[in-house]
């Protein structure tokens, strides 16, 4: 089942803060986060793997609450690189296979 | 590290003829490989699962003889898409999951195939 994901879209100035969640109604086994470009393949960004696990690099970080099967990714003085469409994928087990579901995404623009 | 290509970037075919995609792991083992459909706008859409030397797995809603895949190594998958038509029209993705430690979770995409069936 899809996650999803709010808001699908916001407008940022350059050097503002953002915060992007994921939700889902089944249980979790982790929540990838990607940003992709027009035209181009997701980049990975990071994995979270465990219950209020919390990661980050940069000024980019993420959460993940396992019991409220939620994640959020905080971008931080936002800078123009930091435009595109953000993904979380949210992966399940089904026997052997890790299968990952992409959530429709939240495109983010950063203006000067 | 952790490259996946795709090949080729681009392609134009006729109604009814095949289109195959490559997708490599170009400095890692793969264990498994996955295709992803996407349309303009819109989310990625999980076609199969791939693991070496086994048969694919596809997801509910897409069509085995009409999307050939083949996992014949643990650096390579190919995409057939047989007997074309302009709704196949899209931009395919794979991505590789690493079988290296410190990668075991983590797919990598590859730059994506914009396939146009006229």
């Known amino acids: 089942q899809q996650p999803v994901q709010s808001p699908q879209a916001v407008i940022l100035r350059e050097g503002e803060d953002a915060v992007i969640n994921c939700s889902s109604s089944?249980?979790?086994?982790?929540v990838h986060w990607y940003r992709q470009k027009h035209g181009e393949a997701p980049i990975f960004l990071m994995i979270?793997?465990?219950?209020?696990e919390q990661k980050g690099h940069d000024k980019i970080s993420a959460s993940f609450n396992e019991k409220k099967q939620q994640s959020s990714l905080y971008l931080t003085a936002s800078q123009l690189s930091y435009s595109g469409t953000y993904f979380c994928?949210?992966?399940?087990?089904?026997?052997?296979?890790?299968?990952?579901?992409f959530g429709k995404g939240t495109l983010l623009t950063v203006n000067p | 590290g952790a490259v996946v290509s795709q090949h080729p970037s681009r392609v134009i075919c006729k109604s009814g003829t095949s289109v195959k995609i490559e997708c490599r792991s170009l400095?890692?083992?793969?264990?498994?490989m996955f295709w992803y459909r996407q349309f303009p706008k819109q989310s990625l859409m999980l076609m199969a699962t791939?693991?070496?030397?086994?048969?694919?797995?596809?997801e509910q809603g897409v069509e085995k003889d009409k999307f050939l895949i083949n996992h014949a190594s643990l650096t390579l998958s190919t995409l057939t898409v047989t007997s074309a038509h302009p709704e196949d029209s899209s931009f395919y993705i794979c991505?590789?999951?690493?079988?290296?430690?410190?990668?075991?979770?983590?797919?990598?995409f590859g730059p994506g195939t914009r396939l146009t069936v006229t």
């Open positions: 991505s590789a999951r690493g079988r290296e430690e410190g990668m075991y979770y983590e797919q990598y």
């Open positions: 089944k249980a979790l086994y982790s």
């Open positions: 979270l793997l465990k219950g209020g």
């Open positions: 994928g949210t992966e399940k087990v089904e026997g052997s296979n890790y299968k990952l579901t």
């Open positions: 400095d890692f083992q793969a264990t498994t």
């Open positions: 791939s693991n070496e030397g086994s048969k694919a797995t596809y």
